[in-house]
């Protein structure tokens, strides 16, 4: 399968996804992409101190917070960056799940629970640099795609 193809799968499985299968898929995502070890590789001189503070309060309560109060957090991230276009690929990651689970949280719009998918793909690409023309053939990036299609395919 090539990326263009994982793309559109994915779309189609989002799109065709129950509420409840929608839901715990966009959970199961954005803790995955805003887990501690993708900021391993952080300079904490990428991010002022107030920022590194709702950057960490976000990720530690993105499944209990709201969207009002992450969009707040995520203000405060976005003020207190310090660094132009050079931003860590893990805080990026962080900070783009953490925007698109706000937008789902606020509007439930699906777009937003694409959007996760493909971060986290990328992520794994980040990882193992999977072949554009054949995206599955290494086993974390089958296995990230057998997750995403449990968990967007799943009945109740």
């Known amino acids: 399968m090539n990326y263009s193809e994982l793309e559109a799968d994915i779309l189609q499985l989002v799109v065709a996804a129950d509420e409840r299968s929608a839901r715990v898929f966009g959970e199961e995502t954005v803790t995955r992409l805003v887990r501690p070890e993708l900021l ?43 660094v132009e276009d050079d931003l860590d690929s893990g805080v990026l990651t962080t900070i783009q799940a953490l ?47 057998a997750r995403i299609r449990r968990l967007l395919s799943a009945r109740p």
Do not use: C
């Open 40 to 82: 391993r590789y952080a300079a904490q001189d990428e991010l002022a101190e107030d920022a590194w503070a709702a950057l960490t309060t976000a990720r530690e309560n993105v499944l209990t917070i709201g969207a009002a109060e992450l969009g707040r957090l995520l203000s405060t991230v976005y003020d207190g960056i310090l």
């Open 99 to 145: 925007a698109h689970w706000q937008g789902y949280l606020e509007k439930n719009l699906r777009g937003e629970l694409y959007e996760l998918a493909v971060r986290s793909i990328e992520e794994v690409d980040h990882e193992v640099s999977a072949d554009l023309d054949d995206f599955l053939a290494t086993p974390p990036m089958a296995a990230e795609y």
